[in-house]
Every structure is written in C-alpha cells, then in structure tokens.
C-alpha cells in the first residue's frame, strides 16, 4: 500500500476535523516513494558470439585444469574465464539457457567464444545446428567484481566488464500515524 493510501484510510476515519484530511492528502502527495531500483537488463552480460559443443573425442580425457573431460556433465571451454567460474549461456533465437562451470580452454585462434559439453549443448539445442550464437552472463554483480579483479589492467576486447555500483537502500520511515488534538 502507498502512503498516499495510507493517509487516505486515516482520514477517512477523522471527520470531526474535516480540514486535517486534505492536510494528511497533501504531505502523503509530497513525500516521495522508496523503490528498489531496477537492475539493467543487460547487466550481468559479459560477452556474446558463436558457441558449440564437443563430446565423444575428448570423452574421459584431461581438460587444461586436469580434470578429466566427462561429456554428460555441464562444464565448457572459454579462451580467458578462470576455471571454477559459473556461467549461463543462452540462446537468444529460442530463450533456451544452460548454467556451466568452465574447466577448459579454448585455442586462442577459435572463431567460437565457448564450446559447451555435450550435455550442455543438448540443453541448448546445439546438437542439431552444431553452433549457435549465445550470451555469456555471470551469476551475480560480485562475480563481474571478480572478474576486473582478475583480469587486471587488460581485460579481453571481447569481454564486457564494467564496475556496477552497488545499490544503496533508503534507510525505513517510520510513520506517525497518531493524529494530533487540538
């Protein structure tokens, strides 16, 4: 409920002071609402470009962190993230989207920005087309932090990594709602 409702409901309910109602209307029109500001659609994106999948030929094989490549997991190769990040990719053409933890590298030559395990790929529909243009988002303002952290004074052209202010909440007003007698 807004203010403006609040002090409408209490001064319905006082009409031996007739004058005090449009008093309470006023100040509750002056003071202005609180809101949460809304984040940017956007702002988690990181990057966009090609994507694919592979499987069978690197199945059970060491990946650039030395784990050993499983295609069923959800796991991907990417040029720059540090390994352990979490990621979501999606496909704009269709909404779908797979959350993967990148283990691999890329050969620094690739035209693609990230090759998804088999089981990623699936979820995303890449078996049939092969590739597909995605976005690459993190999981939460945080981990952007980490990422400039990370990177240093150079990030990668092709990443978007920008500081995001955090928000800052209005301390909560506590209303009077007692009303005077004069």
Do not use: C
């Amino acid at each position: 409920m807004t203010l403006i409702g609040i002090f409408i409901g209490m001064a319905g309910d006082n009409s031996y002071h007739p004058m005090w109602n449009w008093f309470l209307i006023l100040v509750a029109a002056l003071i202005p609402e609180y809101t949460q500001p809304e984040m940017a659609v956007d702002a988690l994106l990181i990057q966009e470009g090609t994507a694919s999948f592979y499987g069978r030929r690197f199945h059970l094989k060491k990946t650039s962190n030395g784990e050993i490549f499983h295609m069923d997991s959800l796991t991907a190769a990417h040029k720059t993230l540090p390994f352990d990040t979490r990621i979501k990719v999606t496909r704009p053409d269709t909404g779908e989207f797979v959350w993967v933890r990148i283990n691999d590298r890329l050969p620094k030559t690739s035209r693609r920005i990230i090759d998804l395990s088999r089981a990623a790929g699936t979820q995303l529909g890449l078996l049939d087309d092969g590739i597909a243009t995605v976005r690459i988002e993190v999981e939460n303002l945080g981990e952007i932090d980490r990422l400039i952290e990370y990177f240093g004074d150079t990030p990668p052209t092709t990443m978007r990594l920008r500081p995001v202010d955090d928000t800052i909440n209005p301390p909560f007003l506590k209303i009077d709602k007692s009303i005077p007698v004069f």
